[in-house]
């Protein structure tokens, strides 16, 4: 769909075990070509708190807008992308469940990632990923010091955000991209693949671990400048 502005505006939501500042690297590339870039701190108490949060940030944006999801956060795009001031959704190594479908659901058929071992309960229903998971199964190919900082700033999530289903997904209305994270120890690449195929995304692979964005932000930056390039015609 023709556009008659070009698209300036980026809203990005993070995943499960993480926080805004993992986009840090993208967003000061992205703001250097001129975007107009927002991270979303979305709570992670629920998938409805979450998918409230992205709409909040969507509707204070001028113009259209090109919105991108990390893991769990390519479900809150499925949902919250249906808005209809997004014309384009990035997926970096993200669930693209389609309507009624948890992370659960889509990920049978695929060997469970390393990554899930390191999962340690909380109260009230709340998970963390264990210092052991973020260096092994969650930023292997990081610095130590950019693990310690994930490990610090690392938000509670609810366990229920797995079994959260979409009521509509907007990737079937909305042109899609995908990155595979090919050594990806939180969701299997071949489970990323099939989903990119799934969505009909335009697919870009990178030998990189789960937080694809801090490990190799310049060619995830360049993706969503493309998705921003190509919905402004």
Do not use: C
Not at 172 to 181: E, G, L, Q, R
Not at 211 to 228: F, G, K
């Amino acid at each position: 769909m023709t556009q008659a502005v070009p698209v300036k505006n980026i809203v990005l939501v993070h995943g499960a075990f993480a926080d805004g500042s993992s986009w840090s690297k993208v967003i000061s590339l992205l703001q250097a070509s001129g975007y107009k870039v927002t991270s979303v701190g979305t709570p992670l108490t629920s998938f409805e708190d979450d998918v409230a949060a992205t709409r909040r940030a969507i509707a204070v944006q001028n113009g259209p807008v090109i919105l991108v999801g990390h893991s769990y956060g390519g479900v809150v795009i499925t949902e919250a992308g249906n808005d209809p001031k997004v014309v384009g959704l990035v997926y970096v190594a993200a669930f693209a469940p389609d309507a009624g479908q948890s992370i659960g659901e889509i990920a049978q058929g695929f060997p469970k990632p390393s990554g899930l071992d390191h999962l340690d309960p909380l109260a009230d229903g709340f998970l963390r990923l264990s210092a052991e998971g973020i260096e092994s199964g969650f930023a292997q190919d990081l610095s130590k010091e950019e693990k310690a900082l994930l490990a610090a700033v690392q938000p509670q999530t609810a366990a229920s955000l797995f079994e959260a289903q979409p009521t509509q997904a907007a990737w079937h209305n909305k042109p899609s991209w995908y990155i595979v994270a090919a050594n990806d120890h939180m969701i299997v690449p071949e489970h990323e693949a099939s989903m990119a195929r799934q969505i009909k995304a335009i697919t870009t692979t990178l030998p990189s671990s789960h937080v694809v964005m801090l490990s190799h932000p310049q060619e995830v930056a360049q993706v969503i400048e493309d998705a921003a390039t190509a919905s402004s015609q």
